[in-house]
């Protein structure tokens, strides 16, 4: 390796910095510059002495003596990304980074919708499906699982909860067929990627409210710890009592006040504590006044209410809006 661009060369400064230097660099940069070396870091693996010799004489410093080649690799940005943000900061980051990584590998399926996608799985191995689904966006890859028949769908996801990591060879093979089927030529070289249990929970995240409740109902068949381990990961309406008060009312502040009363159908007291004291007292008389006047409703109608109100949790949670505490404390039964 001979030339390196500016991101590659500020990597490579980084990597040839002491530990306690190189954490404090890092400290000062953004997530999505720290995102961006981090990936440098990870792919840098063959730098000889003098291409790090060059790289710090871009930054005019003077590289006298002899320079070992700078080790890169992914323990190396790990550490640097744990010890600069904290390990749940760090784990995502490095999340973002393999799954950009990986995600080309199927990139030429992008265009396709979840019928098309569903029809061209058909007839492979749950586990091959479910290496497909872990590469695709997730909101695509809900379209595609919602797509599937049961049992063929609590298969698949089976099979992403509990798969391990995915060799290149075997990620090349996959690809490779599909693109042969698709009529789609060579694929490039991806790295590994890795299954369980929590691509799986952001696949159901994104699926409503009816496939999600019958596909944990197949697994929780299948296998009852599985079943239980996704659910803990989940943020159901039950966990809406969790939320500090800040949060919740900015839930609460998207949400229309015929929803809220559909929800609120049922809900056990302490719920009802929670989304009483968080709208305005204004808003609050005008629920009063909305659940008075809905009656009988069904069921189906108070679920999605309540789907409606955890889909805007976990949205907010994903742009890093709330934080949503997952914590063993005691559990509300609605």
Request: net charge negative.
């Amino acid at each position: 390796m001979n030339a390196l661009n500016d991101r590659q060369t500020a990597a490579v400064v980084l990597m040839n910095l002491d530990r306690m230097h190189a954490i404090e660099v890092m400290k000062h940069l953004s997530e999505a510059e720290a995102e961006a070396l981090a990936s440098e870091i990870i792919t840098l693996q063959g730098v000889t002495a003098e291409t790090t010799s060059q790289a710090l004489g871009r930054f005019h410093q003077l590289a006298k003596g002899y320079l070992p080649p700078a080790r890169g690799g992914r323990d190396i940005a790990a550490r640097l990304l744990e010890a600069s943000f904290g390990a749940e900061r760090a784990a995502a980051v490095l999340g973002r980074v393999n799954s950009t990584s990986a995600n080309s590998s199927f990139e030429f399926l992008s265009a396709a919708d979840a019928g098309q996608l569903a029809t061209l799985l058909d007839g492979e191995l749950p586990e091959t499906v479910a290496l497909v689904l872990a590469h695709l966006p997730t909101d695509q890859a809900a379209a595609v699982l919602a797509a599937l028949p049961d049992p063929a769908r609590t298969d698949v996801a089976h099979a992403i909860a509990t798969m391990g990591t995915a060799t290149q060879e075997a990620i090349s093979i996959v690809a490779d067929a599909l693109k042969t089927r698709t009529g789609v030529l060579a694929a490039r070289d991806t790295p590994e990627t890795l299954g369980g249990v929590a691509p799986l929970v952001e696949i159901i995240n994104r699926s409503d409210a009816t496939i999600e409740k019958a596909l944990l109902a197949s697994i929780e068949e299948r296998d009852s710890a599985l079943a239980e381990d996704i659910r803990s990961r989940m943020f159901t309406f039950v966990d809406i009592v969790k939320l500090e008060d800040r949060d919740a009312q900015s839930v609460l502040r998207g949400i229309d006040l015929r929803s809220l009363a559909l929800a609120l159908k049922g809900a056990n007291n302490a719920i009802a504590d929670v989304i009483r004291r968080n709208v305005s007292e204004r808003n609050r008389e005008n629920l009063e006044a909305e659940s008075r006047a809905l009656g009988p409703v069904r069921m189906s109608q108070v679920e999605e209410a309540r789907a409606e109100i955890v889909r805007t949790i976990r949205a907010l949670e994903a742009s890093g809006d709330i934080t949503v505490q997952r914590t063993d404390e005691d559990e509300y039964v609605s």
